[in-house]
């Protein structure tokens, strides 16, 4: 399976509000709207920010917000702060146990 | 919950390797554990998964020949296995937690430190 198409980048001011969006096939995204992200900051490990397309884990920030249309989700991220900078991942759910990641996109918060 | 990897390991080409990660918090037979790879400057790479109740895995058709996943539920640990490494799997690997019970839907809500692998000559 090849990954999910991610932006490489992306930027943004403090306060504003950007969007990430993750491009796949059917097949990638199966029967299921299974489309979780993750944030990743430099040395750590992965924080789940998004599961099931929409829903938030407890403690995560309702800044963070997933929708999808067709074969494409979208994370946004309102009121950019300086600690969101990281990088973040698409991933999802395709078929018989099996999982996909999008191939990353980066965000700076100019 | 937790999920604490084994340290970070130096091999050469062709040498064998078993990296671990040992779960605690919660009930470790009914939840997938999976294992992901990060090359260094890359992007996050999904290896494989297990369900620690029965040993029943799913690998990535990219990774299906080269690794052996499996788990020991008598120490409440997962595994990651090599049994010939290659310089292109220098790589960070993590473990994760899969946050449905029982199920699988690509959602991982814990993740181990993760174990740093540098194969070189």
């Known amino acids: 399976q090849s990954a999910l198409t991610q932006p490489a980048s992306v930027s943004g001011s403090p306060g504003q509000s950007i969007t990430i969006s993750c491009t796949g096939t059917s097949s990638d995204f199966g029967l299921f709207n299974y489309i979780s992200w993750y944030q990743v900051h430099p040395g750590k490990a992965p924080k789940l920010l998004i599961f099931e397309v929409s829903d938030r884990p407890s403690g995560i920030s309702d800044r963070f917000s997933g929708s999808k249309s067709g074969n494409t989700a979208s994370l946004t991220i309102s009121g950019l702060q300086g600690e969101d900078e990281a990088d973040y991942y698409c991933s999802s759910y395709t078929s018989a146990k099996s999982c996909v990641f999008g191939g990353g996109t980066r965000l700076t918060v100019l | 919950v937790q999920l604490v990897q084994s340290g970070a390991e130096v091999k050469k080409p062709g040498e064998s390797l078993k990296i671990s990660c040992k779960a605690s918090g919660y009930d470790f037979t009914s939840f997938w554990i999976a294992w992901v790879r990060q090359r260094p400057g890359k992007g996050l790479e999904w290896m494989g998964i297990?369900?620690?109740?029965?040993?029943?895995?799913t690998y990535s058709p990219s990774f299906q020949r080269h690794v052996t996943i499996s788990v020991d539920k008598s120490i409440t640990s997962a595994y990651l296995q090599w049994t010939s490494l290659e310089a292109s799997d220098t790589a960070i690997y993590y473990c994760?937690?899969?946050?449905?019970?029982?199920?699988?839907?690509?959602?991982?809500?814990?993740w181990g430190q993760g174990t740093l692998v540098t194969v070189s000559s």
């Open positions: 994760a937690k899969s946050r449905r019970f029982r199920a699988v839907a690509g959602d991982f809500d814990f």
């Open positions: 297990i369900y620690p109740s029965d040993s029943e895995i």
